[in-house]
């Protein structure tokens, strides 16, 4: 399933995982984003099922991290579960100091688009298609 596919998923459905990692102090949470660099373009590069994988750093909070990752199904999360980059990432992150996390799983069954064909910003699902 390419990017584009998930723009407008009817059908079908993808895992989108999301959440919050704070270290002690900003100096450790630029450690943990810049060290973690090479595991995120690893990941998204090498694992098949991950469209998105990033751990960024929040700009309003100085010593977190917001986690974001998207996957095409269970079975390419769950193999990355079992891959050495998602515990090379555990470890990188787990020895430079976890002090709180707070992260989440999703499955979203149906995707649109958030503006419409003039460009205004819908919050309704508004294309007519229904989850299946």
């Not at 999301?18 to 002690?24: N, S, V």
């Not at 984003?33 to 100085?62: I, K, N």
């Not at 986690?67 to 390419?76: I, K």
């Not at 958030?114 to 299946?132: C, K, L, N, S, W």
């Amino acid at each position: 399933m390419s990017s584009a596919d998930l723009k407008l998923c009817q059908g079908c459905f993808v895992i989108i995982i999301a959440g919050t990692i704070d270290f002690k102090d900003n100096e450790t949470r630029e450690l943990a984003v810049q060290q973690s660099g090479a595991l995120q373009e690893a990941t998204r590069l090498d694992e098949p099922g991950c469209e998105a994988y990033y751990f960024g750093p929040d700009p309003l909070a100085d010593n977190r991290i917001q986690v974001y990752e998207l996957w095409t199904d269970e079975q390419s999360l769950g193999a990355h579960f079992q891959h050495p980059n998602y515990r090379a990432m555990l470890a990188l992150i787990s020895e430079l100091g976890i002090v709180a996390t707070s992260t989440a799983k999703f499955r979203c069954d149906l995707s649109e688009p958030v503006y419409d064909e003039t460009f205004t910003p819908r919050a309704d699902f508004f294309t007519g298609h229904e989850a299946q």
